[in-house]
């Protein structure tokens, strides 16, 4: 079990905590507990990253309209393409920021969409959206998109898309981040298990180093609020059942 779990922490980045690496025992036949398998990784010397301290960002207080959040915090979808989140992130490297826009699927928790940019304007949000929209054609008639109020998802360049493929927005309430939980929790998996301890040159290694997580995430990394499977299965298994 110990070479099992060292195989694991490192095919995974040393993500795994104690839970999420006895699911992996578990499977494996290995009928053990939580506090057994935190013994096993002791012996094993392998320790879970992290998270760091959350970073705030000043609101610019300039928007240009706002949608009533509809989603109301109703984050366990049991269909597929019908309820996204998405918002806006900061990563530093030598030669200034670069921004992620991301676009997660509710029901399958599936990162469905991306875009990077030096700029973190609503053309960097527009892409992520239309990126998740050409890859899963979802049913916009019966499509919701949800962001905070963030002036990029409230400018007239991504309404005006949203309005032109019949999708329907929902925003946080001002400055309550839980309204946005699961796309939150995604961006804290992303910095504290790839992005926090490493230094980026330039734009392309963050492209290069985020595209390399996302597809981590999305495939191999098991997630306990879809009964720990992965992202992919869980999309495969609501398509199964539609």
Not at 28 to 35: F, K, S
Not at 65 to 70: D, M, P, V
């Amino acid at each position: 079990m110990i070479k099992l779990i060292k195989q694991t922490a490192i095919e995974v980045g040393y993500t795994y905590g104690k839970r999420r690496m006895r699911v992996v025992l578990n499977n494996q036949g290995y009928n053990i507990g939580i506090y057994q398998t935190a013994t096993l990784m002791k012996k094993a010397n392998v320790v879970a990253i992290r998270p760091r301290k959350r970073h705030y960002y000043p609101n610019t207080r300039l928007m240009f309209k706002k949608a009533k959040n509809l989603l109301n915090r109703v984050f366990e979808q049991q269909s597929i393409n019908t309820h996204w989140v998405g918002d806006i992130t900061y990563i530093k490297t030598y030669q200034g920021g670069s921004y992620l826009a991301s676009v997660l699927d509710l029901g399958s928790r599936q990162v469905v969409g991306w875009a990077l940019s030096k700029q973190p304007n609503a053309q960097l949000a527009k892409d992520a959206l239309s990126n998740a929209v050409s890859r899963h054609q979802p049913n916009t008639n019966k499509h919701m998109f949800h962001s905070d109020q963030g002036t990029q998802y409230s400018s007239k360049v991504f309404i005006d898309y949203c309005n032109k493929n019949n999708i329907t927005q929902s925003m946080s309430r001002r400055g309550n981040c839980w309204d946005n939980a699961v796309m939150e929790r995604f961006f804290r998996s992303l910095k504290t298990e790839r992005l926090n301890y490493q230094s980026f040159a330039n734009h392309s290694e963050v492209v290069q180093n985020v595209e390399g997580y996302i597809y981590l995430y999305n495939y191999k990394r098991i997630h306990s609020a879809i009964g720990y499977l992965t992202p992919a299965q869980k999309m495969a298994e609501l398509k199964k059942a539609a």
